[in-house]
């Protein structure tokens, strides 16, 4: 009995530094680079891909840890969940460990990269809406020892792409020192894919309160409006706290946000005709179509998280 694995990788390489791994994609075009690969070998095992070379990027130490400067956490990108889970971790970036402890079972959580996480993109990343919220920035490492920093919310939205043989570097995280929650809802219980999620980071220096939805769209979402508005109503200098009234009220601004109503079909005769009978109809009121039963208990989904996730960090 023989088999075949036609979607085997010619070649692996294993550098030893992030200027490395960069050379050697730049030698290499065509090669992939691979951490934790929980995406990618899924990927390779549908044969959905083929790589013609791999670069490994598990030996990169200085991708593997953090630090500190200016004021923000330098993270990483080769950072595990299962890494990111711990209390040391949790105590500096609460929300980022609460979703790297969500992200699945520990097989996942040991293997998978806060880099893949971010690279991947995919819409249930746990990641993903966390970053968004903390309004984290990318270090891109690029050939010749290059690096740029770019917002993590335009990679993520194709506003600005990792060009030819680039990598992300690292993950710059302002250090709020403020409560931070990260809430998701899945289709089972314990450990699973969101169907919908919900950071909520409050920054009393700015007065503000940041909230991004996550697995509802192909990106992260910031319901901007509903951030400003619930802002304003916090008392920044006392107990910040607000009646349930408010929460719930913010909880439904974020979800309507995010998951709007449905544009009103055209009225008929809309477009001018004056025709006999048709005054009467080009003067009614357009039907405003109705969401369908899954969307409606999506939404009331994000709200609910939109809500506790609020009331968890101003308690």
């Known amino acids: 009995m023989t088999t075949h694995a036609p979607q085997?990788?010619?070649?692996?390489t294993l550098p030893v530094s992030l200027d490395e791994a960069v050379a050697?994609?730049?030698?290499?075009p065509a090669a992939v680079p691979v951490a934790g690969g929980t995406d990618l070998m899924a990927a390779v095992n549908k044969g959905e891909l083929r790589p013609a070379g791999l670069v490994g990027l598990g030996r990169i130490s200085e991708i593997r840890g953090w630090h500190y400067q200016d004021g923000h956490a330098l993270l990483g990108a080769g950072l595990t969940h299962a890494r990111m889970g711990r209390p040391d971790f949790a105590a500096l970036i609460p929300a980022l460990a609460s979703a790297a402890r969500a992200a699945g079972p520990p097989q996942i959580r040991n293997a998978g990269t806060l880099g893949g996480n971010i690279a991947s993109a995919a819409p249930t990343g746990d990641a993903l809406p966390v970053l968004a919220a903390l309004e984290a920035d990318l270090v891109i490492a690029g050939p010749g020892g290059a690096r740029r920093e770019i917002p993590v919310s335009h990679l993520l939205a194709g506003r600005e792409m990792l060009g030819p043989a680039e990598l992300i570097g690292q993950v710059r995280v302002p250090l709020l020192h403020a409560p931070q929650v990260f809430l998701k809802a899945t289709g089972r219980t314990g450990p699973g894919r969101a169907t919908a999620s919900v950071a909520v980071v409050l920054d009393p220096a700015r007065r503000g309160v940041r909230c991004a939805v996550g697995a509802i769209a192909t990106?992260?979402?910031?319901?901007?409006?509903?951030?400003?508005?619930?802002?304003?109503?916090i008392d920044w200098d006392g107990e910040r706290a607000l009646t349930p009234e408010a929460l719930s009220a913010f909880g439904d601004y974020?979800?309507?946000?995010?998951?709007?109503?449905p544009e009103p079909a055209p009225a008929a005769g809309a477009d001018g005709d004056t025709g006999a009978g048709t005054g009467a109809v080009a003067g009614a009121a357009a039907e405003q179509p109705a969401l369908s039963p899954a969307v409606l208990h999506l939404r009331r989904t994000v709200a609910a998280l939109a809500r506790r996730a609020l009331g968890r960090a101003l308690s």
């Open 8 to 12: 085997a990788a010619h070649s692996v």
């Open 254 to 261: 974020v979800a309507a946000a995010c998951i709007p109503d």
């Open 24 to 28: 050697a994609l730049a030698a290499m």
């Open 219 to 233: 990106m992260p979402l910031r319901p901007l409006e509903a951030e400003r508005w619930i802002a304003s109503l």
